[in-house]
């Protein structure tokens, strides 16, 4: 009971240091300077339009910003992703932000967690696992959007396009930020009785993936491609996605999935997408009720986004020979031909 007395007494006293701006009177006429760090890279849809709804949702307020790119998808060894969140600690300290905007799992496990407490403000997007495994539950400064995967949805779109569709291999790399994800669909997965699931396994390079895509050509009705970015190839260096995907699009002539939209671009079947615009736009209203309305990060409840967009793609639907109906069409986005060849 003392201990938990204590750490309620570092919570508030954290929270009366913080150097929030109390109002909107306050925020008029002054340049914020808002760092954003990005786990991944750009361009690249997923983290450009997290930034863009962001940013959105920041209009009308006077910022100005600053982007650093942790590039951890390219570069996924732990020496990278430590040497990266220490440049952008520098940075902090350097820059001296206003606010911090940090977007996927890799940023808070490897720069934002060191703020906890602290008198910097955060807004993060785009987090897979439990913030409170951060140590974000209760942080003072700290608040953000989840991010979870439409997975039953994504399921019943594909069964919607493939009807036969009864067993599917689940392809993940070797990511911690899959962990969390796969969870969720296996605890899901009850929802679906009428569809087995299997292959759960970590495949760690893309000559394996190769065997594994070939292999299924037999075994699997369909593939959802969940973790395809830390495939290794004979040099021991990640195979960028798209190549992984342009090779599957023309090796494969099984359906498949995933839950983003930029899958979809490079050959994916379909996805109920996760929106990278809400989730920017979501931590973007946080960020501005925080600057702009005094409001302390603690008292914004940290939420997934609940939107979901169906995406197809017509191109891989005509390579497989599949008809898709205009009701499915008509209902999200249609991808018309795959991003490498335009």
């Known amino acids: 009971m003392v201990r938990k007395t204590i750490i309620r007494l570092v919570a508030v006293v954290s929270i009366l240091l913080l150097p929030a701006v109390s109002s909107a009177a306050d925020v008029k006429g002054k340049k914020l300077r808002i760092l954003h760090v990005m786990s991944y890279h750009s361009p690249w849809r997923w983290t450009d339009g997290q930034f863009d709804g962001f940013k959105e949702a920041l209009t009308g307020l006077d910022v100005e910003y600053k982007v650093f790119q942790m590039d951890t998808k390219r570069n996924s060894s732990e020496e990278a992703k430590n040497k990266a969140g220490a440049a952008a600690r520098a940075l902090v300290e350097s820059w001296k932000p206003d606010l911090v905007y940090t977007s996927d799992d890799d940023a808070q496990i490897y720069f934002a967690r060191h703020y906890v407490g602290s008198r910097i403000l955060f807004v993060f997007s785009g987090v897979n696992e439990d913030p409170a495994k951060y140590g974000f539950s209760g942080s003072p400064n700290i608040t953000g959007v989840l991010e979870q995967e439409h997975f039953v949805e994504s399921v019943r779109l594909l069964k919607e396009i493939v009807p036969n569709v009864k067993r599917i291999a689940v392809i993940v790399d070797g990511d911690p930020m899959w962990i969390p994800v796969l969870r969720r669909m296996k605890e899901k997965a009850a929802q679906l009785p009428d569809v087995e699931f299997f292959d759960w396994d970590?495949?760690?390079?893309?000559?394996?993936?190769?065997?594994?895509?070939?292999?299924?050509?037999?075994?699997?009705?369909?593939?959802?491609?969940?973790?395809?970015?830390?495939?290794?190839?004979?040099?021991?260096?990640?195979?960028?996605?798209?190549?992984?995907?342009?090779?599957?699009?023309?090796?494969?002539?099984?359906?498949?999935?995933?839950?983003?939209?930029?899958?979809?671009?490079?050959?994916?079947?379909?996805?109920?997408?996760?929106?990278?615009?809400?989730?920017?736009?979501?931590?973007?209203?946080?960020?501005?009720?925080?600057?702009?309305?005094?409001?302390?990060?603690?008292?914004?409840?940290?939420?997934?986004?609940?939107?979901?967009?169906?995406?197809?793609?017509?191109?891989?639907?005509?390579?497989?020979?599949?008809?898709?109906k205009s009701g499915i069409l008509l209902s999200g986005e249609v991808i018309r031909e795959f991003d490498w060849k335009k």
């Open 202 to 324: 970590v495949i760690r390079t893309f000559k394996e993936y190769q065997d594994r895509i070939k292999s299924y050509q037999k075994r699997a009705d369909a593939v959802a491609l969940i973790g395809i970015f830390t495939f290794k190839d004979e040099a021991g260096k990640n195979v960028p996605y798209q190549t992984v995907l342009q090779w599957t699009a023309e090796n494969s002539r099984l359906p498949d999935f995933s839950f983003w939209s930029d899958r979809v671009h490079y050959g994916t079947l379909c996805a109920v997408n996760v929106s990278e615009r809400e989730q920017g736009l979501a931590a973007g209203r946080m960020a501005r009720s925080i600057l702009a309305e005094g409001k302390s990060p603690s008292s914004i409840p940290m939420s997934p986004t609940t939107k979901g967009i169906p995406v197809v793609s017509l191109a891989r639907a005509k390579t497989l020979g599949i008809k898709v």
